[in-house]
């Protein structure tokens, strides 16, 4: 299995107005400085680099169009370690450094089990980079790429990740962005862990981020007051763990559409579907589905308060689930499903019941009996 690549943004859309130009792209920068000749001409020059006499890279384990990712080891120690630089020209454009800088002050604040967390910053040459805790496991799109994944552990997965932004949320801090890409997924002798990664578009409630009059994040995930780039708190963090839940438990997310503004629009203005209509066979307890919904409520006011209250509410809608099916949530998933093949199967039978009986109204009338 790879390993995966923390703390990259990727495929983060910063969405401008359509009326608004894009900015130019800078030139391509010329630097006079002779690179490192690596053994091999077709190498990564960082390949076995050493950076502020702490740090040796070792591999490349991702990449993107704004940044690469490294592992690496703490000298002395032998600790694997991350490391993620901007790339090429991004490393020379001021609001992709600034953009960096907000994720390095917002994720060195962080020690928390749900909590990818950088533990240095620094310069190679003009290259800023930062380094992490190295995860060795791959990242929840992946998982979901694998698979249908079993009711019982989506739910133990959310619960890791909203303790994570509980975390965040206590130190100032809103993810803006959470999605299966943003969540690093492995396992030990104790069991699976889910941790967030990717504070690249956070906002800092105490200092600078990025601009609030955009719309920031990915469409997909994107609360309704984020689509329109108003001033968002924990509760847009919310909605976005509402929509990752209702993607891990149904294998769909909630709206989608062709174009990025009109999956914007969706999240502020249709109503969010039902289980039933997008995963009829995955028979989730509506018990828990009423918790998704809520966290998915239009207007702010109306979802959980915070991580907290949202997890809090997921674990009363597991053991009411729990407690309908005499404590065995598998027996009730079989049940619920038992339930609505035999509704199906009902429906059939009636179906072909009135097709029998029509067919033999007409047969009676052309042969005039």
Known sequence: MPPSTPGTTFDTINLR????PRPARPPPRVDATPPRAPADPGADPRLGAILGG???ILAR??????????????????????????RGAAAQVSALRHRFAIEARAASRLRHPG????????????????????????????????????????????????????????????????????VLVWADELGEHAQITDFGVAKLVDGPGISQDVAIGTPSYMSPEQTLGEPVDERADVYGAGV????????????????????????REAPVPTFDELAPERS??????????RALAKAREDRYASAIEFAAALERAAAAAQESSDGDLG???????????????????????????????????????
Request: aromatic content about 6%; charged content about 20%.
């Open 284 to 293: 989730v307890p509506p018990e828990i589905e009423g918790v998704v919904r």
């Open 115 to 182: 909590c990818v967390a950088i533990i240095d910053v620094g310069l190679d040459g003009d290259a800023p980079y930062a380094v992490m805790d190295y995860v060795a496991g791959r990242t929840l799109a992946r998982v979901l790429e694998a698979g249908p994944i079993a009711i019982p552990r989506a739910l133990r997965l959310s619960r890791q990740i909203l303790a994570g932004l509980a975390h965040a949320h206590a130190h100032g801090i809103v993810h803006r962005d959470i999605k299966p890409e943003n």
């Open 331 to 369: 027996a009730l998933l079989v049940a619920a499903g038992a339930r609505r093949r035999w509704r199906g199967a009902v429906i059939a039978i009636a179906f072909l019941a009135v097709l029998g009986l029509a067919a033999a109204c007409a047969w009676l009338a052309i042969t005039g009996r």
């Open 17 to 20: 107005p359509p009326s608004e």
């Open 54 to 56: 702490r740090y040796r």
């Open 61 to 86: 384990i991702g990449h993107g169009g704004m940044g690469v990712v490294y592992r690496g080891e703490r000298l002395g120690l032998g600790r694997p370690v991350a490391i993620k630089f901007l």
């Open 244 to 267: 990752l839940l209702f993607e891990l438990l149904t294998e769909h997310k909630p709206f989608r559409a062709a174009r990025p503004f009109e999956t914007m629009r969706l999240h």
